[in-house]
């Protein structure tokens, strides 16, 4: 932080510090007073009143005084807004495109979030819900796209630290999971198979342990990638795992359907650490129909996945 200070000064830090701040309150919204800006972020009040002042002075926002009612938003320019901020793109992560499903999706969100502030979109491939949720948590990505399923645990887990700012339906993660078996002619989990799971995917595993409640079975740790390989080789008997890998495949295993009226585990939603201030940004870009609709043509192999 001090080699940070020593290049930019305190007030250009400030002016970020505010900036940041800002980005998370639309038009009409009511913003902090100066003495809740100095609180939370640490700052001389000169300091803040100067950075506001220059934000106000480059037309990156107008703010409105209403007395006793506090101080309001009534224009940003958002681009204007963003390079004080310092945000030069937006960082994302999401599970490797294995699928039609996934590359629909992949292809929705890079289509949909293409703006108007000259602010490139990155979308980086990760294998594991658990692995692409702590690189948001890093503050290496600024948004991860998991299931409503690992989203609800790991809000769960870090009520303070994580939320989900969007979702986009039951079916857009996964049309579903199904157990997987080696043998064709056996349709349920027996006491003493060996049985495939991934702990890095929140789904996975616990959707594994779940049909397996009750048997006396012996859990082998496996990357979900190589899951399928293993059960056709006989080195597990049985698994957990996303129908939509195995139908593109053409792979043919002996499945069963999992039975449960919880479609949390087949809906895409995406997450962004609650301290981040982008998340009102990613609202604004993220066009929901513009992204299902491009996820169903890819589906419907009517246009080419790009992503």
């Keep these: 932080m001090m080699y940070y200070e020593d290049l930019m000064g305190k007030n250009a830090i400030a002016t ?41 002075n480059h037309e990156a926002v107008r703010i409105e ?22 945000v030069r793109m937006l960082l994302g992560t999401m599970p490797l495109p294995y699928s039609k499903r996934y590359e629909g999706l992949a292809s929705g969100l890079i289509a949909s979030m293409e703006n108007n502030y000259d602010l490139p979109i990155n979308l980086a491939y990760m294998r594991g819900s658990v692995n692409r949720i702590s690189m948001v948590l890093q503050k290496r990505y600024d948004f991860a796209v998991v299931s409503r399923y690992a989203a609800n645990y790991f ?16 079916g857009s993660y996964l049309s579903s999971h199904v157990i997987m078996f080696h043998n064709p002619n056996v349709n349920e989990i027996q006491d003493g198979m060996k049985v495939g799971t991934d702990s890095t995917s929140i ?84 066009d929901v129909e513009t992204v299902l609709n491009i996820q169903r043509l890819v589906l419907e192999e009517k246009i080419t996945p790009s992503y």
Aim: a neutral charge; proline letters at 2%; aromatic letters at 4%.
């Design 155 to 170: 809000c769960e887990k870090y009520p303070d630290k994580i939320e989900i700012v969007l979702g986009f339906g039951p």
């Design 65 to 86: 005084s209403k007395g006793h009612l506090g101080s309001y938003i009534v224009k940003k320019n958002m681009r204007m807004l963003l390079k004080f901020a310092g």
């Design 203 to 286: 789904d996975q595993k616990e959707l594994t342990q779940s049909v397996c409640r009750g048997k006396k079975v012996e859990f082998i740790e496996i990357e979900y990638s190589r899951i399928i390989e293993r059960i056709i080789s006989g080195d597990i008997d049985a698994t957990v795992m996303n129908i939509d890998e195995a139908n593109d495949k053409h792979v043919k295993i002996h499945t069963q359907p999992i039975q449960s009226g919880n479609l949390d585990n087949t809906e895409a939603v995406l997450v962004v650490a609650k301290e981040n201030e982008i998340s009102s940004l990613i609202k604004e870009l993220v």
């Design 16 to 56: 970020v510090k505010v900036s940041r701040e800002l980005l998370k309150y639309s038009v009409g919204e009511r913003i902090p007073t100066v003495s809740e800006f100095v609180e939370s972020l640490g700052l001389a009040r000169g300091t803040v009143q100067n950075a506001i002042k220059t934000l106000i």
